[in-house]
């Protein structure tokens, strides 16, 4: 089965400086989708980028790029220009191609506190 | 830009009683999913529901949860008779039939079981 594993239960970085937060998974698939999730406050679940497996090209969205290490295993989202509303719980999915459903396989989070 | 909508926002209820939580998916979305997430706790896949039938539930989901979708933009969860260790947030999700397709989160809804 597979397992997401996000290490740092917190984290906290000064407004305007970069962080980058740690996601690990195992798996014994070679396709699969990954994902990292924004929960504010308010809870709702916010996709913040998605990475596919097969892609060796690190995907971007604005001040959201990860770092996507297939061998390793490693998927961690890197946040540049921190900005008071990034302050949030960040959560890594994990999507199996194979899974017909797509269910989504949840890392434990990680609170990002953002310092003004 | 469309999204997934949830009501109510909050629902407290005395434990033994049903409850239903409400979602609207997005409109050309074909799949649907609940999670949950116990406060503190790791979000958990319930159930996925496709083609007006479970396309595959988890252990959570036993014989006092069911979906529906009882009309064409209502997707329901309901909790025949609710436990303490129920209360949490229940996230609604939905997708199209793509095989590259993410899953769209509504807001929640917090459930809280005295």
């Known amino acids: 089965a597979q397992t997401v594993t996000q290490s740092q239960p917190e984290m906290s970085v000064q407004e305007a400086e970069t962080v980058t937060l740690s996601c690990t998974y195992d798996?014994?698939?070679?396709?699969?989708?990954l994902f990292w999730y924004k929960q504010p406050p308010s809870r709702q679940m916010i996709l913040v980028i998605r990475?596919?497996?097969?892609k060796q090209q690190n995907a971007t969205e604005n001040r959201f790029s990860v770092n996507f290490q297939k061998a390793a295993k490693s998927f961690s989202l890197k946040i540049s220009d921190s900005q008071l509303g990034d302050a949030a719980m960040y959560f890594c999915a994990y999507r199996s191609a194979m899974d017909s459903n797509y269910q989504l396989i949840w890392g434990a989070g990680t609170k990002l506190i953002i310092k003004p | 830009e469309p999204e997934v909508t949830q009501t109510p926002s909050h629902q407290v209820t005395q434990m033994g009683q049903e409850v239903i939580l409400r979602c609207v998916p997005i409109?050309?979305?074909?799949?649907f999913y609940w999670y949950r997430q116990i406060l503190g706790q790791k979000v958990e896949f319930l159930v996925s529901?496709?083609?007006?039938?479970?396309?595959?539930k988890s252990e959570i989901f036993d014989d006092q949860f069911s979906v529906e979708r009882p009309d064409g933009s209502n997707f329901t969860l309901k909790i025949r008779s609710t436990k303490l260790e129920d209360s949490a947030m229940y996230f609604c999700?939905?997708?199209?039939?793509?095989?590259?397709?993410?899953?769209?989160f509504g807001p929640g809804t917090r459930l809280t079981v005295l």
């Open positions: 990475q596919e497996a097969y």
């Open positions: 798996t014994s698939e070679s396709d699969y989708y």
């Open positions: 409109s050309n979305h074909l799949y």
């Open positions: 529901f496709y083609n007006n039938e479970i396309s595959e």
């Open positions: 999700a939905s997708r199209t039939l793509s095989n590259t397709d993410t899953q769209y």
